[in-house]
């Protein structure tokens, strides 16, 4: 799976005439072995342990970057904005359970809301490109 999304981010570049940068790079494959969800601030001060001289600029640059040839998947929760996570990180859709106090998100596969979809697509002769799934509560450590 890393090498198909390291083509996709290749080809990106070229097809968009843009080149590879030794910093855009890095992040990128720092990136790619992240789990969850991230903030470009999360990101941010991770990446400043490893390179002090790296630039929020080029972080965030490099984000929409990503978001852009469909390798990152942008979400806002409630109304805090701006976190991301690998497009292909699940084989399936999935959920988000967000905690209102503390704003942790647990991510969740099941298989009823993916039936659930079907049923809606022939009901409704209805082509779903996209869907969100997001329950808010308080978490069993809030």
């Given at each position: 799976?890393?090498?198909?999304?390291?083509?996709?981010?290749?080809?990106?570049?070229?097809?968009?005439?843009?080149?590879?940068?030794?910093?855009?790079?890095?992040?990128?494959?720092?990136?790619?072995?992240k789990?969850?969800?991230?903030?470009?601030?999360?990101?941010?001060?991770?990446?400043?342990?490893?390179?002090?001289?790296?630039?929020?600029?080029?972080?965030?640059?490099?984000?929409?970057?990503?978001?852009?040839?469909?390798?990152?998947?942008?979400?806002?929760?409630?109304?805090?904005?701006?976190?991301?996570?690998?497009a292909?990180?699940?084989?399936?859709?999935?959920?988000?359970?967000?905690?209102?106090?503390?704003?942790?998100i647990?991510?969740?596969?099941?298989?009823?809301?993916?039936?659930?979809?079907?049923?809606?697509?022939?009901?409704?002769?209805?082509?779903?490109?996209?869907?969100?799934?997001?329950?808010?509560?308080?978490?069993?450590?809030?």
């Amino acid at each position: 799976m890393v090498a198909q999304i390291k083509k996709q981010y290749l080809n990106y570049l070229k097809t968009n005439n843009l080149k590879s940068s030794k910093r855009r790079d890095f992040i990128f494959d720092f990136i790619l072995q992240k789990k969850g969800h991230f903030t470009i601030d999360d990101l941010y001060q991770k990446l400043l342990v490893i390179d002090p001289d790296i630039g929020i600029a080029t972080i965030y640059r490099t984000i929409r970057l990503l978001v852009d040839c469909g390798i990152l998947t942008e979400h806002t929760f409630g109304e805090k904005k701006g976190y991301f996570e690998l497009a292909n990180s699940h084989l399936s859709h999935h959920g988000h359970l967000i905690c209102i106090k503390c704003g942790k998100i647990i991510e969740f596969d099941n298989e009823l809301i993916e039936n659930y979809q079907e049923v809606l697509k022939k009901k409704y002769n209805f082509k779903i490109q996209s869907y969100k799934f997001e329950v808010y509560g308080i978490c069993r450590e809030c």
